[in-house]
């Protein structure tokens, strides 16, 4: 960390991030519902849930997705394409800054490019030309000391697109996990600098990787496919600290509801008797006012 940073108890941010070892994941969600986990709006018990948390007034005001975002970009120029190729994480992108002569080539999803340049060239088609002003933690890549409340301006210009971009469905159950993993950790080493946006992003894109499941069943009653059973293991024991990281970033934000929704998803679809989910979701109770789900 940055000198100037506060001093942290390394050993307690660890344990909040679930850096303990993980038990064997499951091959399907738990039977048991726990008491007060309702999944979702997928049954009425869920609907109800949701029309009874709307009612409960919750404590703090929770902030809207759009107030936390920091980017804002206006188009200079439009490439004369209509459509063209968009960029995404593993492509190569070659860039022009504030009209210097240099160009700049950096892969999207990595740590060197401020967060709104990354945000917006995904946007861009090449040759477009931009604008782009970031505020806060979108004014700064993850390699660069970050200082809140800061504001930064570019012209950004797309001169070209290279590589092959990440496709999930095309990737193996254990290159996922290793891409999940890697952006986990990321997440973690922002959380521990104070950014609290960029660790949320990491965690959501790390989480969305997880939401292929190969097929276990071989169409038979009793037959099972050992191999896709082990897969899917592998799969849940990936998803626990994503979603636990996730839901501790997000009460940090005070978003509560959504945060419970993280902790319901673990009991729901993991670990129905995991302490740090059922611990967090009753805290996010609490500030619901709903006491009797706490």
Same mark, same amino acid.
């Given at each position: 960390?940055?000198?100037? =940073?506060p001093?942290?108890?390394?050993?307690?941010?660890? =344990?909040?991030?679930?850096?303990?070892?993980?038990?064997?994941?499951?091959?399907?969600?738990?039977?048991?519902?726990?008491?007060?986990?309702?999944?979702?709006?997928?049954?009425?018990?869920?609907?109800?849930?949701?029309?009874?948390?709307?009612?409960?007034?919750?404590?703090?005001?929770?902030?809207?997705?759009?107030?936390?975002?920091?980017?804002?970009?206006?188009? @200079?120029?439009?490439?004369?394409? #209509?459509?063209?190729?968009?960029?995404?994480?593993?492509?190569? @992108?070659?860039?022009?800054?504030?009209?210097k002569?240099?160009?700049?080539?950096?892969?999207?999803?990595?740590?060197?490019?401020?967060?709104?340049?990354?945000?917006?060239?995904?946007?861009?088609?090449?040759?477009?030309?931009?604008d782009?002003?970031?505020?806060?933690?979108?004014?700064?890549a993850?390699?660069?000391?970050?200082?809140?409340?800061?504001?930064?301006?570019?012209?950004?210009?797309?001169?070209?697109?290279?590589?092959?971009? +990440?496709?999930?469905?095309?990737?193996?159950?254990?290159?996922?996990?290793?891409?999940?993993?890697?952006?986990?950790?990321?997440?973690?080493?922002?959380?521990?600098?104070?950014?609290?946006? #960029?660790?949320?992003?990491?965690?959501?894109?790390?989480s969305?990787?997880?939401?292929?499941?190969?097929?276990?069943?071989?169409?038979?009653?009793?037959k099972?496919?050992?191999?896709?059973?082990?897969?899917?293991?592998?799969?849940?024991?990936?998803?626990?600290?994503?979603?636990?990281?996730?839901?501790?970033?997000?009460?940090?934000?005070?978003?509560?509801?959504? =945060?419970?929704?993280?902790?319901?998803?673990?009991?729901?679809?993991?670990?129905?008797?995991?302490?740090?989910? +059922?611990? #967090?979701?009753?805290?996010?109770?609490?500030?619901?006012?709903?006491?009797?789900?706490?």
């Amino acid at each position: 960390l940055e000198k100037s =940073a506060p001093q942290m108890d390394t050993e307690k941010v660890n =344990a909040e991030m679930n850096e303990t070892p993980l038990a064997p994941g499951i091959k399907k969600a738990p039977a048991y519902m726990p008491p007060g986990a309702y999944p979702g709006d997928r049954t009425k018990i869920g609907k109800d849930y949701d029309n009874s948390s709307a009612a409960a007034a919750p404590v703090n005001e929770v902030p809207s997705r759009t107030d936390l975002v920091g980017v804002e970009t206006v188009f @200079v120029k439009q490439a004369e394409q #209509r459509f063209g190729t968009r960029a995404n994480d593993g492509n190569t @992108v070659t860039l022009r800054l504030d009209g210097k002569p240099e160009e700049q080539t950096a892969e999207l999803g990595s740590t060197s490019l401020p967060w709104a340049i990354d945000a917006t060239v995904r946007k861009m088609k090449v040759g477009d030309i931009m604008d782009v002003i970031g505020r806060g933690e979108h004014a700064f890549a993850d390699d660069e000391k970050f200082q809140p409340g800061q504001e930064r301006k570019w012209r950004v210009e797309f001169l070209s697109i290279g590589g092959k971009p +990440l496709d999930k469905f095309a990737l193996s159950t254990d290159e996922r996990v290793d891409r999940a993993n890697e952006l986990r950790l990321r997440g973690n080493d922002m959380f521990k600098k104070g950014r609290l946006l #960029r660790a949320f992003d990491y965690y959501e894109r790390g989480s969305s990787l997880m939401d292929v499941l190969e097929a276990e069943e071989l169409g038979m009653p009793g037959k099972v496919n050992s191999e896709a059973a082990k897969k899917n293991q592998r799969i849940w024991q990936c998803q626990k600290p994503l979603l636990l990281n996730w839901a501790l970033v997000l009460m940090k934000l005070h978003r509560w509801e959504e =945060a419970e929704r993280k902790c319901t998803e673990v009991l729901m679809d993991i670990d129905k008797l995991n302490v740090k989910a +059922l611990f #967090r979701r009753g805290q996010c109770n609490v500030q619901l006012r709903l006491p009797e789900q706490a």
